[in-house]
């Protein structure tokens, strides 16, 4: 007889217990906060300046080097360096140029 009344009252708090839970861990009800992105750091540099990391590196043109030989060599597409170097024309690749390319993605 206990049995009959005891078991709905625990099944009623249990039930009472995991809503409180969710709504505290903000996954039922919750205030929605902004998604926050983080942002890379700034390093030093030797001249006490900082700067923002760079996701390309400097290649030098060498002789008999093509626009699209270089973006073979670097994984990349001709279009990606035209983008990253906006006033280079590929049709004027100088020898000792130095242009901008995608570093690899690890």
């Known amino acids: 007889m206990v049995a009959r009344i005891a078991a709905p009252a625990v099944f009623l708090v249990a039930v009472v217990v ?20 983080p942002t890379p750091a700034a390093t030093k540099t030797k001249n006490g300046g900082t700067t923002k ?8 043109v060498k002789s008999g080097d093509t626009m699209s030989g270089i973006a073979v060599k670097f994984g990349t597409s001709t ?5 990253l170097n906006p006033k280079l024309i590929s049709s004027t690749l100088a020898v000792g140029a130095r242009i901008k ?4 993605v690890p």
Do not use: C, D, R, W
């Open 18 to 37: 995991l809503l409180s839970i969710v709504f505290q861990s903000g996954v039922i009800g919750g205030k929605s906060e902004p998604v926050v992105t």
């Open 101 to 104: 390319v995608p570093k690899p």
């Open 79 to 83: 279009s990606e360096i035209e983008a």
């Open 53 to 60: 990391p760079t996701n390309y590196k400097v290649y030098v």
